[in-house]
């Protein structure tokens, strides 16, 4: 019987359903300018192009010229990529040009989906940003979809990294940008450490397009991106206690697995302490507990961390001596990642690699915070639906299921639950002999690179040949992947999440046209593509007779929706395919969280040996297990965010003042109103208001003027004046300190002092936010305790963290004020000291350079008279010659080897 809720939607449809089939008119509008379109020249699509443009700039509504913009859009990618948009592709493009996040399934030719919104958008000419997961994506998806781009007459760029300035500001400056999510917050955070605008790359936050949105949103939101500058060595440290670590006993310390915390117990407390004391790191009389031992116990901690919830080839691989992180959501390696706070530098003590020094915090934003700088923001991926709830509240998108373009035809089977990991690895590779032997490709999910190449021995012992693919094959995974739909294919993945290469049965014809060119430059490219299809095409007829993609995962994930990506790489455009989960009471899911009931029920059934139990109650048991861990995990992240949303405001008009700094002509007023300030904080502090001059301090005031604001005035004297107050005292101050600046001024130059100004306040800023920064993560780290005394741990945060940055403006005030005024012009006699300095280091670099370098025998065709006007002593009359060109002193030698030598 059918329950209230179903019945509604049986009449009415869902709402995702009533959102599809309100736009479904919309397609319908773009199908019927299909062939005015077609009718167009390539030079009539370019020209549309410039008319749309024209009329996005005038004002007109993008809505309203979406209809036409998507009609030249599709137009445009027939030509280019020989594709035409299914109504679904469509669709798809509609709901991101709303602002939503469309869920499509893997095989829906979501790159090119992402053409149609992003061209509407940059009819505006702010840009558009497409966000891909890695950097092969970018220049893959830049390059493939720059042709449709191309040809409606719109410029496409691609931003990676190690890339020139030059390089990236014009892809920047391009349309529409292609750029990983890491490259895209770096850049907005170096973009803030400029010193002038035009060395700045990106032009604003417009529109993003965010590809594998979920991975990007959710999955990698837990960490954020820093920049970071070295500190001090401290090797010597970790290795001493990576010493002591793996002598602690289990008594010694708790693990909780669900919170993945390890902590020592009063006991281990008790012999930590007396250890430190033998190896000499405690001083004696001093204990764990005293302030002092705070860095030590710290350190302590990570050396812990890193040996018991770390784990080589799950969490991280050593590559060429160096600890590299592994992505747990995808598998990818993230190399120039590294964990904070000294944890990286224990895991490398722990693996005996060379210990980098650890960093100290030059600038740092949480994805959830870069991406929720763009007006409008905008994503795709598989699988959505499951954490709609986050979406909405954190980044306030809607996800809208866009219908497939063939109906689903994969058969989804219920989990088999083993007792034991060995039962269940003995029951996979049974199964994948199966599938092999009659010619059905196979993709086995596992959740490790451990697990992935523990079994990868299983299937070489059985003789089944096979392909792997982890963090430790990153550079062949596109051609790994491309290959996984082919007769007979067995491929292990870990992690398949957002691979960006389809499976398609019987092999990817692109990939193979590219290889065999590669291998036969000479051969004609048609001939080779034409027997590629005919191969491709009779081999996929026997793997779909096979049963098409057999998808086998080896273990649940914490998140359902990557077992969903899992289960959706099968199934593609229509085709057949399978998916089933082996599990075992051993996995870590079932064990950390898998309900007791659930055991219960298993041991009652009286299991035997290799048997597995099927039934969609331990599906529904699973899947409210990981429902229980994904809201867990949400309100984490949840509460990060609350936490750095207060960091994110600061930083929102630290970077703003910068901004408004580096793009002023003129920032004397600035300068004055800083001065001005710091001399009303110094007047009230030394003159309070509302007090007699008896009640005053004018010998300090004068020396904190003095010291700060270099100003020597007769405080003193005016303050035994009859009739003069604090304001008195504060106007004769202002128009001293504004002389005294006005008079540097007239000695540099108003345009160098205007230069001065800007470049001494932006160093300062930068330097006060790198100590705030530092400041604040020492206040995140301890404020958690304010809990156990009845506070709220986020409002006394929000209240420090405010006192902090009004105490830094302050600072800044003072310092700007007191560097500018500490500033002055060389003397005559300071010049020409400096440049017999010059003189004399020059000509002993040039002594060390022909002692070290023999000039040839033969005399040089060009030695002879110096160039006029030429003085020894004085390099302002040497010109400017290149580093190889004749010295102008007339030696005959190169200018490096001569005056040049430095």
Not at 143 to 168: H, I, N, R, S
């Given at each position: 019987m059918l329950g209230l809720g179903a019945i509604t939607r049986k009449v009415f449809g869902t709402a995702n359903d009533r959102k599809v089939r309100a736009e479904m008119r919309t397609v319908e509008q773009i199908n019927a300018l299909e062939p005015e379109f077609q009718a167009l020249s390539d030079e009539g699509l370019i020209e549309r192009t410039e008319a749309l443009r024209t009329r996005a700039k005038a004002g007109e509504a993008l809505d309203a010229l979406l209809p036409e913009a998507f009609a030249n859009c599709r137009e445009a990618a027939r030509r280019a990529l020989g594709l035409r948009a299914f109504d679904v592709q469509l669709l798809g493009g509609i709901f991101l040009h709303q602002g939503n996040i469309a869920e499509m399934k893997t095989g829906e030719g979501k790159t090119l989906v992402a053409t149609f919104p992003a061209y509407l958008n940059a009819l505006t000419g702010l840009g558009v940003h497409v966000v891909t997961v890695n950097d092969y994506l970018?220049?893959?998806?830049?390059?493939?979809?720059?042709?449709?781009?191309?040809?409606?007459?719109?410029?496409?760029?691609?931003?990676?990294?190690?890339?020139?300035?030059?390089?990236?500001?014009?892809?920047y400056a391009a349309d529409v940008t292609y750029a990983t999510n890491n490259?895209?917050?770096?850049?907005?955070?170096?973009?803030?450490?400029?010193?002038?605008?035009?060395?700045?790359?990106?032009?604003?936050?417009?529109?993003?397009?965010?590809?594998?949105?979920?991975?990007?949103?959710?999955?990698?939101?837990?960490?954020?991106?820093?920049i970071s500058g070295p500190s001090e060595d401290r090797s010597d440290?970790?290795?001493?206690?990576?010493?002591?670590?793996?002598?602690?006993?289990?008594?010694?310390?708790?693990?909780?697995?669900?919170?993945?915390?390890?902590?020592?117990t009063d006991e281990g407390n008790e012999w930590l302490e007396e250890r430190m004391r033998v190896a000499g790191l405690l001083p004696e009389g001093q204990s764990l507990y005293d302030p002092e031992s705070t860095t030590l116990v710290h350190h302590i901690n990570q050396g812990l961390r890193a040996h018991k919830l770390f784990q080589k080839d799950q969490h991280y691989i050593v590559r060429d001596g160096e600890v590299v992180l592994i992505d747990e959501f995808t598998g990818r390696m993230m190399a120039g990642r590294r964990l904070s706070d000294g944890l990286h530098q224990a895991i490398e003590a722990k693996e005996g690699a060379k210990i980098q020094p650890e960093n100290v915090t030059l600038a740092s934003v949480t994805f959830q915070n870069y991406f929720r700088l763009y007006a409008k923001l905008a994503g795709m991926t598989g699988t959505a639906l499951t954490e709609a709830e986050e979406f909405?509240?954190?980044?306030?998108?809607?996800?809208?299921?866009?219908?497939?373009?063939?109906?689903?035809?994969?058969?989804?089977?219920?989990?088999?639950?083993?007792?034991?990991?060995?039962?269940?690895?003995?029951?996979?590779?049974?199964?994948?002999?199966?599938?092999?032997?009659?010619?059905?490709?196979?993709?086995?999910?596992?959740?490790?690179?451990?697990?992935?190449?523990?079994?990868?021995r299983l299937l070489e012992a059985e003789g089944i040949p096979h392909n792997v693919l982890n963090a430790r094959q990153h550079e062949k995974e596109a051609k790994i992947v491309a290959e996984a739909g082919r007769l007979n294919a067995v491929t292990i993945a870990t992690?398949?999440?957002?691979?960006?290469?389809?499976?398609?049965?019987?092999?990817?014809?692109?990939?193979?046209?590219?290889?065999?060119?590669?291998?036969?430059?000479?051969?004609?490219?048609?001939?080779?593509?034409?027997?590629?299809?005919?191969?491709?095409?009779?081999?996929?007829?026997?793997?779909?007779?096979?049963g098409g993609l057999y998808v086998l995962a080896t273990e649940r994930h914490e998140s359902r929706r990557i077992d969903n990506q899992l289960r959706g790489r099968s199934g593609r455009q229509g085709d057949p395919g399978r998916s089933a989960f082996f599990l075992s009471l051993e996995d870590d899911l079932m064990r950390i969280f898998g309900s007791e009931r659930l055991e219960k029920v298993l041991s009652t059934l009286g299991m035997k040996e290799g048997e597995a139990i099927v039934h969609p109650w331990v599906n529904k048991s699973l899947e409210r297990a990981q429902a229980k861990?994904?809201?867990?995990?949400?309100?984490?992240?949840?509460?990060?965010?609350?936490?750095?949303?207060?960091?994110?405001?600061?930083?929102?008009?630290?970077?703003?003042?910068?901004?408004?700094?580096?793009?002023?002509?003129?920032?004397?007023?600035?300068?004055?109103?800083?001065?001005?300030?710091?001399?009303?904080?110094?007047?009230?502090?030394?003159?309070?208001?509302?007090?007699?001059?008896?009640?005053?301090?004018?010998?300090?005031?004068?020396a904190a003027l003095l010291e700060k604001l270099g100003l020597d005035v007769p405080v003193t004297e005016w303050a035994d004046e009859d009739g003069v107050d604090q304001e008195v005292v504060r106007e004769r101050l202002y128009e001293a300190t504004d002389a005294a600046m006005a008079e540097k001024a007239d000695a540099f130059g108003a345009d160098q002092m205007r230069s001065i100004e800007k470049q001494v306040l932006l160093q300062t800023i930068d330097a006060k936010w790198r100590e705030h920064l530092l400041t604040l993560e020492h206040l995140r780290s301890v404020v958690g305790f304010r809990g156990y005394a009845q506070r709220d741990p986020l409002n006394e945060y929000k209240t420090e963290a405010f006192q902090l940055f009004e105490g830094m403006l302050d600072g800044l005030r003072a310092d700007v004020s007191q560097k500018l005024a500490e500033i002055r012009p060389l003397s005559e006699e300071e010049r020409r000291a400096m440049l017999e300095q010059l003189v004399a280091q020059q000509r002993a670099a040039k002594a060390r350079a022909d002692a070290?370098?023999?000039?040839?025998?033969?005399?040089?065709?060009?030695?002879?008279?110096?160039?006029?006007?030429?003085?020894?002593?004085?390099?302002?009359?040497?010109?400017?010659?290149?580093?190889?060109?004749?010295?102008?002193c007339g030696s005959g030698k190169k200018f490096k080897h001569c005056h040049g030598a430095y």
């Open positions: 970018a220049r893959r998806d830049a390059e493939w979809m720059g042709k449709v781009f191309g040809a409606l007459g719109m410029t496409t760029g691609v931003v990676v990294p190690q890339q020139p300035d030059d390089e990236k500001r014009a892809a490259e895209l917050g770096f850049d907005y955070l170096r973009d803030n450490m400029r010193s002038t605008r035009r060395d700045m790359a990106q032009r604003g936050h417009n529109f993003a397009i965010v590809d594998e949105v979920d991975s990007i949103l959710i999955d990698e939101a837990r960490t954020p991106l820093i440290l970790y290795q001493t206690v990576d010493r002591i670590i793996p002598e602690v006993e289990d008594e010694h310390f708790t693990l909780d697995e669900k919170t993945r915390q390890v902590t020592f909405g509240s954190i980044y306030g998108l809607g996800v809208v299921e866009v219908p497939t373009n063939r109906p689903i035809a994969r058969e989804d089977e219920h989990d088999a639950v083993y007792r034991t990991a060995r039962e269940k690895y003995e029951a996979i590779v049974a199964e994948i002999r199966k599938a092999h032997e009659k010619g059905q490709p196979v993709l086995v999910g596992t959740t490790s690179i451990e697990k992935s190449e523990m079994l990868a992690n398949m999440a957002g691979r960006g290469t389809d499976i398609q049965l019987g092999g990817n014809v692109e990939m193979r046209v590219l290889e065999a060119l590669a291998e036969t430059p000479d051969a004609d490219p048609a001939e080779v593509r034409a027997r590629i299809e005919a191969e491709v095409a009779d081999e996929k007829a026997r793997v779909l007779e096979a861990v994904e809201g867990r995990n949400f309100d984490i992240r949840k509460q990060l965010l609350k936490f750095d949303d207060v960091m994110n405001d600061q930083r929102k008009t630290v970077f703003e003042q910068r901004l408004e700094i580096m793009e002023a002509e003129d920032i004397e007023e600035i300068a004055r109103d800083m001065r001005h300030q710091v001399i009303d904080d110094l007047v009230d502090e030394h003159m309070p208001p509302k007090t007699y001059a008896d009640q005053w301090d004018a010998k300090r005031l004068y070290a370098e023999p000039q040839p025998v033969t005399e040089p065709a060009s030695a002879g008279q110096p160039d006029a006007g030429f003085r020894d002593d004085d390099p302002s009359t040497w010109g400017e010659p290149g580093r190889n060109d004749p010295c102008p």
